[in-house]
């Protein structure tokens, strides 16, 4: 059959209705010819659609998003990159553990539309600019500047903790090169900040040679290295004065007299701050012992804050949030509800124990007993 | 009636349905322990005592103020300590003026035989330097009666040996001689008398400014410690600390507290200084504190109030059922925890301890439940469950009543400072607390985007005072520190016809620009519940189904509710380029026809026209246009008076 010559009718307003209605319902922006093969009216021209869509952008209510690639066609919805780009762009950054490029956005991107590195790149700034995200310094001179949840500081310190985490104690030098970006100044300010802390510990250079460098370590150093030398020397005298036979029990009054003059307390009343320190963690860890360790009041009922016990215990936090539950199951802790967790930023809320279904916990303290 | 519903003890003042002395026992006893130390060591000491919303902390203190309530007369061979119960609910800049006016409230409160703690004070000076056998009280009747003069030497020696000023040496004398003793209460809480008043107790009253009122409060404290002595020390509980904060960043409220609790602390030797927060607080009270205000708050000790273990749980079950005086199923008295189920059990300890509110609120949802079940076949309509809406406005609605009931121009101040800022953030969240050092007597100052409006509270019923402070704002205004200034009056408190000087400040500082305001006393009663539950909701204090009810969600449902009255009254203060509602004519002549209604509430609308020098027309329109102040009785119009709140007449 021939095909008809018949000029079509001009397009009713049902039908513009419906074209209006498959852009708003449509998962990301649409291009004229998708919108013909999705619209259910009689099939009308693609050049007469567009200029359909061209006078709704017109009107303000639909917007125009720019063609995909070179040789795409303009595209059509009711909602603007800016604004569905941003919130799936902030909600990326917020949740990824590391700070992340235009490049990185765009592997993560997983939203039906596909944004332009021009437009990751605009909003992103946009973000920052606002305060919700922060710019962390390019990595290299080539690659781009990235951003993340936390400022440069929190990310320097992040980075690394993260170093020493992993490796064992390394020189300052090897953990600049871990954040090369950042200028000397601040990164000595980091180190000695961290040092203050106990979120790092000095190791100092062993030896006399010119090689021996100090090192910094997730966990203070190991006495006996640094001890070797005397303990040989220690070795020698002793033999000299047995043979000369001096008493066992002078020696013995001798040597501790000696190890309490250099700083070596034999006494019961050790400070807290030791006993911490001293605290190993494996598995699990005695949080009674822990909270008394840190918590001189302890025995009267004091308040331990989640936050400072978790640090003392140097666990991750679902290991650590799920023995308070336990010990506190057990009667061995009290732990104390906080009523508004749901008003505390994500951070703040992250610094309490959470049994997961709802409930979060300031902190811990022991159950006062009444004596006899 | 139900054994479990009554979860919150608002007032330790009052007597709880049940106590269990086991449950916080120990840190019960340390609190004794502490007053102990106080008495012994003649040093005051300080204890921080925390604990989950509903752990018990209000109820403790009622505890306590219980064990040292008098049960016998006063003797100097017993033991006896004064007690003072301070609800923070105020500005961080009126701190001391708070625990002063609750300090004086509660010496003055009736105990036993009609005594008040002012009258223990008063037996154990006196005991001091007259030796008397055996119970004071009827020495000091037979003294009083017989030999008035022999007592007045005494109270002048008490006087001396404590190096009192003369006003408060006259005090201690009316207090001795049971004269004036409400006006006495009102000098002592700081309250500002009429001319009148003071002169007939023989006192005097500083024209001061703002920080000079707050430091003589402190300077009141102190010295009224100093009054009770060793002999008898004192316990002054803190509750709602929290509600001092106007939000998280608030520095302000946890400087004021530190400096409160360090100068009690080191400035008394007789007190035991008991701060009870919750403790999401309290770990903010410890990091953010000075160091040095924070070991004092805790120089005897930092304890936990835990929750309950399930045998604790029992006994106050057990308690609150033998208190019950309605008959009860038999499964009560034979099964441990009814009306618990093992489903209840499992939910509630789920972390090992529940707070004694959860525990009750639950208890009392289940008694409930199962009376709802025991009643024979018929078919119950069960009303629908309540909502947080439905909870929030039933409270509301009876708070707003209480305190329209309570109202009195003496808290208008404190009402306005602590509650306007919290309703000026709920319209324009941007707003922020101001201070400016030379701007004394500007109460308040609120700075937004369009600059900083000051409100200043002028309600003093002295008119000297009233003309001093009008007098040195009208210079502090002319300082051109401010887009726009708010002098806030009391429609109760007007200027007495005599105060020339005080009308033409007022005047002077309309022409200069600044607004007139007076707030209704339903509007003043609206920010005091405001404030009221906003602090209770800070605290932890308010709580439905068990859980505390965040401030939050507290303030987003208050913004839906916002009445106009009061919208439009935060308005007219915070919108910078709005004009007054009031023209500055209209607060002239309120203030006139509220100081003549004083004198007579119901006069004739012409002779009341004819003495304000107006035509009557016009005094008709503006008793239309202030219905909450005048009304006009008659047809064709004839009296004119002065409107009265329902509680405020009952009051009256």
């Not at chain 1, 279904?357 to 159950?367: C, I, K, P, S, T």
């Not at chain 2, 707050?214 to 300077?219: K, S």
């Not at chain 2, 308690?319 to 499964?331: F, I, K, T």
Request: charged fraction near 25%; glycine fraction near 4%.
């Amino acid at each position: 059959m021939a095909k008809s010559n018949a000029p079509l009718a001009p397009m009713s307003m049902e039908d513009r209705s419906h074209l209006l209605q498959v852009v708003r319902e449509a998962e990301e922006p649409l291009e004229a010819t998708k919108v013909v093969k999705l619209a259910k009216t009689s099939r009308r021209p693609t050049a007469e659609v567009e200029a359909v869509m061209q006078e709704f952008v017109q009107d303000g209510i639909l917007i125009v998003w720019p063609a995909k690639s070179a040789k795409g066609k303009p595209r059509y919805w009711d909602r603007s990159v800016t604004s569905v780009g941003s919130a799936s762009i902030q909600e990326l950054v917020q949740k990824s553990s590391e700070p992340v490029s235009v490049k990185d956005v765009k592997k993560l991107w997983k939203s039906p539309f596909k944004l332009s590195d021009t437009e990751i790149a605009s909003i992103l700034n946009d973000l920052a600019r606002s305060g919700v995200i922060y710019e962390i310094p390019a990595k290299t001179a080539t690659s781009g500047v990235r951003y993340w949840k936390h400022d440069v500081e929190e990310f320097c310190r992040h980075s690394l903790l993260t170093q020493i985490k992993t490796q064992p104690p390394q020189t300052k030098a090897k953990l600049k090169a871990a954040v090369k970006w950042l200028d000397q100044k601040r990164f000595d300010d980091l180190i000695e900040q961290l040092t203050r802390q106990k979120e790092i510990f000095l190791h100092p250079a062993l030896g006399k040679s010119k090689s021996a460098q100090a090192l910094w370590g997730h966990t203070p150093p190991s006495p006996e290295p640094y001890l070797k030398n005397i303990r040989e020397q220690l070795t020698t005298v002793v033999k000299q004065l047995q043979s000369a036979f001096v008493l066992q029990a002078d020696l013995r009054r001798a040597a501790v007299q000696m190890l309490e003059a250099s700083g070596i307390s034999f006494g019961a009343g050790s400070s807290a701050a030791t006993e911490a320190a001293s605290v190993r963690v494996a598995e699990t860890v005695d949080f009674v012992k822990l909270i008394h360790s840190v918590e001189p009041g302890a025995d009267r009922g004091a308040l331990v804050p989640a936050r400072v016990l978790r640090a003392a215990a140097k666990m991750p936090k679902a290991t650590f949030d799920s023995l308070a539950l336990q010990f506190a199951r057990e009667g061995k802790i009290v732990l104390h509800e906080h009523d508004f967790a749901a008003s505390l930023s994500q951070e703040a809320r992250d610094e309490l124990v959470s049994d997961g279904q709802g409930n979060f916990y300031v902190g811990m303290a022991l159950r006062a007993r009444k004596e006899g | 009636m139900n054994p479990f519903r009554e979860a919150i003890m608002a007032d330790p003042w009052e007597t709880p349905r049940s106590d269990v002395p086991t449950i916080h026992q120990t840190v019960f006893e340390q609190c004794l322990q502490g007053l102990e130390y106080v008495r012994r060591n003649k040093r005051s000491t300080a204890l921080l005592i925390h604990g989950a919303a509903g752990s018990g902390k209000t109820h403790l203190f009622s505890r306590l103020r219980s064990r040292l309530a008098p049960t016998m007369p006063t003797a100097t061979d017993r033991s006896e300590a004064l007690f003072v119960w301070v609800r923070l609910q105020t500005s961080p800049r009126m701190i001391w003026r708070m625990v002063r006016r609750t300090l004086v409230n509660d010496w003055f409160r009736p105990l036993t035989d009609a005594r008040s703690q002012f009258d223990r004070i008063l037996f154990h000076r006196l005991a001091q330097i007259r030796v008397a056998e055996g119970d004071l009280e009827p020495w000091y009747e037979y003294m009083l009666q017989e030999h008035p003069d022999g007592l007045r030497e005494l109270i002048d020696q008490i006087a001396s040996n404590l190096a009192l000023d003369r006003n408060t040496h006259v005090a201690l004398e009316h207090l001795t001689f049971c004269r004036h003793r409400r006006d006495l209460q009102a000098w002592l809480c700081g309250d500002s008398l009429p001319e009148a008043a003071l002169a007939r107790l023989d006192l005097e009253q500083a024209d001061e400014g703002d920080e000079e009122r707050e430091d003589q409060a402190r300077r009141t404290v102190l010295m009224l410690c100093q009054l009770a002595g060793s002999e008898l020390p004192i316990v002054i509980g803190f509750d709602q600390v929290e509600a001092l904060e106007s939000g998280s960043e608030d520095r302000a409220a946890l400087f004021a507290f530190g400096q409160l609790v360090s100068t009690l602390h080191d400035s008394t030797s007789n007190v035991l200084i008991i701060s009870a927060v919750q403790s999401a607080f309290a770990t903010r009270l410890l990091d953010d504190s000075r160091i040095a205000d924070r070991d004092r708050m805790a120089s005897f000790g930092n304890l936990s109030l835990s929750p309950l273990e399930q045998t604790e749980a029992g006994e106050l079950i057990r308690q609150r059922l033998l208190a019950s005086e309605e008959p009860l199923p038999p499964e009560s008295q034979t099964e441990l925890l009814w009306p618990l189920s093992q489903t209840d059990l499992a939910q509630l300890f789920s972390s090992g301890s529940v707070t004694p509110r959860k525990l009750l609120t639950r208890c009392a949802d289940r008694f409930d439940a199962l009376l709802q079940s025991t009643v024979t076949d018929q078919t119950i309509e069960l009303p629908p469950a309540k909502t947080i809406d439905d909870f929030l406005e039933e409270t509301w609605e009876m708070v707003v009543e209480e305190k329209l009931k309570t109202s009195h121009p003496e808290q208008t101040e404190e009402i306005l400072r602590h509650s306007l800022p919290m309703a000026a953030q709920l319209i324009e969240p941007d707003l922020k607390v101001a201070h400016d050092d030379q701007l004394p007597d500007v109460s308040l100052i609120l700075e937004g985007h369009s600059g900083r409006t000051g409100v200043s509270v002028c309600t003093q019923s002295n008119m000297t005072s009233l003309t001093a402070r009008l007098k040195r704002l009208k210079s502090q205004s002319e300082l051109g520190r401010l887009k726009r200034l708010v002098v806030i009056r009391d429609g109760r408190v007007p200027v007495s016809p005599t105060a020339k000087k005080a009308k033409e400040y007022l005047q002077d500082l309309q022409k200069g620009g600044a607004a007139i305001v007076h707030p209704t006393p339903e509007v003043l009663a609206t920010l005091d519940a405001l404030r009221a539950l906003l602090s209770d909701a800070r605290s932890g204090d308010l709580a439905f189904h068990g859980d505390a009810v965040a401030p939050k969600t507290l303030e987003e449902w208050f913004a839906k509710q916002f009445s106009n009255n009061l919208k439009e009254f935060v308005r007219e203060i915070i919108d910078t380029g709005s004009p007054a509602k009031e023209s500055g004519e209209d607060s002239v002549l309120i203030e006139a026809i509220n100081s003549l209604l004083t004198r007579q509430p119901m006069m004739n609308l012409e002779d009341a026209a004819g003495e304000l020098g107006i035509p009557t027309e016009k005094l008709v329109d503006i008793a239309r246009r202030y219905p909450h102040f005048f009304g006009i009785l008659g047809n064709p119009e004839s009296i004119l008076f002065r409107a009265v709140q329902k509680a405020d007449h009952e009051n009256t």
